[in-house]
């Protein structure tokens, strides 16, 4: 597995050895030993799969209590991934990265506890699978407007129709509300 640098030195994107050939590929998606010694020293104990039309966007998803790290992937599709840090004193703080993950890339992200995470379909759907170091704590959800201008998050809508979004994430705070991590 290559790691690629971010601009966020905490968040990371895999990339995976892929061997294949006319009959089809194999590729190592995680390793436990390999993950601690060489991304983050985590165990993950639950794993999420959805799947979602062109257009959906989930998030800017955070637990205040339970904190997650996740290891997103997707399966199926494309989306473009969002991780923003609401780490108190952090020097990135308020600062976000972007990546397309698809399932043509098999490009993971690896975001830490302490980030607000997102991501829009940007194909026609997506599956998109995740692992969590931590267990769904639904009380202490709380979600950043996707849209928020003092993040600026520039979310690539060029093959999108139209973005959607949940009830809740519509009801999202601003950034400048947030008490953060």
Not at 45 to 53: G, I, L, P, R
Not at 63 to 71: C, D, F, R, S
Not at 116 to 144: M, N, R, W
């Amino acid at each position: 597995m290559k790691i690629i640098e971010t601009a966020i030195a905490d968040v990371k994107l895999l990339e995976p050895k892929v061997f294949g050939d006319d009959r089809g590929f194999f590729m190592e998606t995680f390793r436990d030993s390999w993950f601690r010694e060489t991304v983050a020293n985590v165990s993950f104990v639950q794993d999420n799969h959805s799947k979602s039309k062109n257009g959906i966007l989930r998030g800017l998803h955070y637990q205040e209590l339970q904190t997650q790290g996740k290891l997103v992937r997707v399966v199926s599709g494309e989306v473009f991934d969002v991780a923003v840090d609401i780490r108190k004193g952090s020097s990135t703080y308020g600062q976000w990265v972007g990546y397309h993950l698809s399932a043509e890339n098999k490009r993971q992200l690896w975001v830490p506890a302490g980030f607000a995470h997102g991501f829009l379909v940007t194909s026609e759907s997506a599956e998109f699978v995740y692992k969590c170091t931590d267990y769904y704590h639904p009380q202490s959800e709380k979600s950043i407007l996707w849209n928020d201008e003092t993040l600026g998050v520039r979310w690539p809508l060029e093959n999108v129709a139209k973005v959607l979004v949940s009830e809740k994430d519509e009801q999202g705070q601003a950034f400048n509300n947030i008490s953060g991590l």
